[in-house]
């Protein structure tokens, strides 16, 4: 900690520097004030910590508002779903593809300067979408400006928690951090829902203005000890890690709509299909932005071994803790994405909830979420993080089995609420170790470069879920609606006609939106009804079949979490005392220097981003 922070326990006397005064010693009583300050509540530790956690919360409930909104802003800014879709997709491609430079600039600026120009910039950008009179200025606002103030804030969040707080209060500043981004995550349709329907969507970003300058005026107490560095950019490898990711996310995300392989609305230039060689713009991309990626990390081994400064240094990921940690993050950020997206699905599309209604539903993953958060930090004094970490991720794939059976024509409110509260809690106990596990695989000299790293695979995951799912979904739901209408009592030129019609896919909508369609092409009225059940069932059926896509990647995840440590730096070991230091710690004899290691031989991990023990 720096010099600044509370200390855990009081500080030892001069005349004994290296050892502190025997345990059952009195302090003198010139010391006592000092004593009494030390063992006072850390006012200005949690004050940093809330600071942080609020920067957080806003910048996750962004998103998830505007989801569950969308309709409106559709209609108050005169625009389609179509245009409001680019720009949540280009908001997410925009903070994958800068999230490296936002981490550089960190090293580069320091981490507090960094944190509180992000702040300001996305304040700007909240201001400019709360009063934006068309989709283009919205655009400009949310997608393009708070994109770029929140790649500069978020990496900075995990950096400053490092620098701040140490031993238990590190562990449990990281479960606050994860308990802000999953109660904004749950508690976003809920806000958004509620002030949509009672006043208006600009409501939220005006309030997001708010809390960023409540931040920007705490920020002075917040310290930083990474000093500002000289660092030289390498302009081609940000362009080759901002193409790669924003080619791969974009194929991901656009694959409901071009397809996987078999091109189905393919894009057209000049009114030509661009699917080279008979094969989806999806695959290209995804190919193209894999081999970006790679030339990326090649570019950062030969800068390293000519002597230069690398934009990532990418010996970071052989700690296999700190690769484990990373991948695990990004599971979970993609089977939490996936969720809150098949969930307001199922409750607005089939069930015919609104948003409030539907924020409701979501209600107890909020609560056992936080909950879950400060459990799990509590659990880490007595089970490994890779323990808890199992758990959760095993429980996660249980909450989505009990979600899948409550998919029906009607809710199962028992199955549903009781799924949706044990995936709050898996998230939960998630959230409060994998921050900690990796940014204790590295040194507060390389936590910068990690936060990025965290950012980078957290946007990957949520596209990537989001994506992935998606395309299920999509995919089931043409395939079971074109069966279902081939075998259903509808005549033959009706079949045929709806065949052709649905030939480069099926759009999901209300089934009530389907029965209107039927009527407005002159169907009869039961004819009409049949085509609506049908596509019902084949609603419910893809439904169905995204859930299970989402318990197999919270299944996956547990190949992933294998080198999740049982032990992590900072954490309260039996030799602990009771304020959680270790020996060595303040308040300890420090240990004798350990000799100088020789160099390390060429391929191996250097020394200072060596696997901590």
Known sequence: MSPSDPQPEPPAPTAEPESGPPADAPAPEASAPEASASDAPPKASWVVVTALSSAQFVMVLDSTVMNVSISQVVEDLDTTVSAMQAAITFYTLTMAALMLVGAKLGDVWGRLRAFVIGAIIYAVGSLTTALSPNIAVLFTGWSVIEGVGAVLVIPAIAALIADNYEGRQRVTAFAMIGAASGAAVAAGPLIGGFLTTYASWRYVFIGEVVVMAIVVLFARRIADRHEPVRVRIDVLSVLLSSAG????????????????????????????????????????????????????????????????????????????????????????????????????????????LDALETGLRIFPLSVSLILFSFAGTRLSTRWSPKRIVVIGQVVLAAAGVLLLASVDEELRQLAFSVGMFIAGAALGLLASQLGNVNMSSVGPEKSSEVGGMQGVFQNLGSSLGTALIGSMLISALATSFSGGVAASDLPGDVRTAVAEATSEGVELVPASTVAEIGTDAGLSDDDAAELTRVYGDAQLQALRVAFVGLIAIALLALLLSRRIPDEVEGRASPRAGRDGTEPGEPGEPEAPEEPEAPDEPEGTVPQEIEERP
């Open 245 to 352: 990711l924003i080619a791969v996310v974009l194929g991901m995300l656009q694959s409901k709509t071009w397809g996987w392989i078999i091109p189905l609305q393919s894009p057209e230039i000049g009114g030509v299909e661009i699917a080279p060689l008979g094969v989806s713009l999806t695959a290209w991309l995804v190919i193209a932005g894999v081999g970006l990626l790679a030339w990326f990390g090649l570019r950062q081994r030969r800068l390293i071994e000519s002597g230069r400064e690398p934009f990532l240094d990418v010996r970071l990921l052989r700690i296999g803790r700190l690769r484990s940690g990373l991948t695990s993050l990004g599971a979970q950020y993609a089977v939490t994405a996936g969720l809150f997206f098949m969930v307001p699905v199922y409750l607005q599309m089939t069930l015919g």
